[in-house]
């Protein structure tokens, strides 16, 4: 089972700054086999980038995936005070999937 | 815009069969894979499996002896059943749509097991 383990657990920002979100995984992810996703309290769960880096639609171009192997960034350009959330990496490459314990992106 | 909801009992005794039904709106369930994902609290997310609209599944090793996932597309709901729980199995359960990548979210129901 490759585990993924996402960095930083709590990462305080302002509106405005630009944020970086890392995954790290425990073996190579095929075919960047890689998503992410968003939770806000109070919402579902809500696709952001497949594919490691393909935004999924209606995703806002300030939103952008990287990587390959085993590390994975999500970056935010500039954040909205709507971007401030969870966030999780999923990897589908290999069964069972597997999901990052989530990083919690916090005003500052 | 498809929307997703589970339904089934909040409490579950233990050894008992956990069933819950996902209900999908605004959209059709057909030509679509259909999953479950649970967080247990205070842990992170754990796929269940999935299935595809006309029957193929693909379950997680570590809970595929218990696991069931059937469609009912006369209903466009799908279902989860998992058998003889314990209170390990205690959680949100999420239905969302898709196999691999899950692009729309139920938003979870709390399923507790205890006697």
């Known amino acids: 089972e490759i585990v993924l383990t996402q960095s930083p657990g709590t990462l305080s920002l302002s509106p405005g700054e630009r944020a970086t979100l890392s995954c790290r995984a425990s073996?190579?992810?095929?075919?960047?086999?890689l998503a992410w996703y968003q939770r806000k309290p109070g919402q579902v769960l809500r696709l952001l980038i497949y594919?490691?880096?393909s935004r999924a639609t209606g995703i806002p171009d300030r939103f952008s995936g990287s990587g390959s192997g085993t590390d994975f960034t999500l970056t935010i350009s500039r954040l909205e005070p709507e971007d401030f959330a969870v966030y999780y990496c999923?990897?589908?490459?290999?069964?069972?999937?597997?999901f990052g314990q989530g990083t919690n992106l916090e005003i500052k | 815009q498809v929307q997703l909801q589970e339904s089934g009992p909040g409490l579950v005794k233990p050894s008992e069969t956990l069933s819950l039904t996902c209900t999908v709106s605004?959209?059709?369930?057909?030509?679509?894979?259909w999953s479950w994902i649970r967080q247990p609290p205070g842990k992170g997310l754990e796929w269940i499996g999935y299935?595809?609209?006309?029957?193929?599944?693909n379950y997680n090793p570590s809970l595929k002896s218990r696991v069931t996932i059937t469609v009912d597309t006369s209903k466009n709901q799908f279902s989860l059943k998992l058998s003889s729980v314990t209170a390990a199995d205690t959680a949100v359960y999420h239905c969302?749509?898709?196999?691999?990548?899950?692009?729309?979210w139920g938003q979870g129901t709390l399923v507790t097991v205890s006697s």
């Open positions: 969302a749509r898709g196999g691999v990548t899950l692009d729309s």
């Open positions: 605004g959209g059709s369930i057909s030509s679509y894979y």
């Open positions: 299935t595809y609209y006309s029957g193929g599944t």
């Open positions: 073996q190579r992810v095929s075919s960047s086999n």
């Open positions: 594919g490691a880096s």
């Open positions: 999923q990897q589908y490459g290999n069964s069972p999937y597997t």
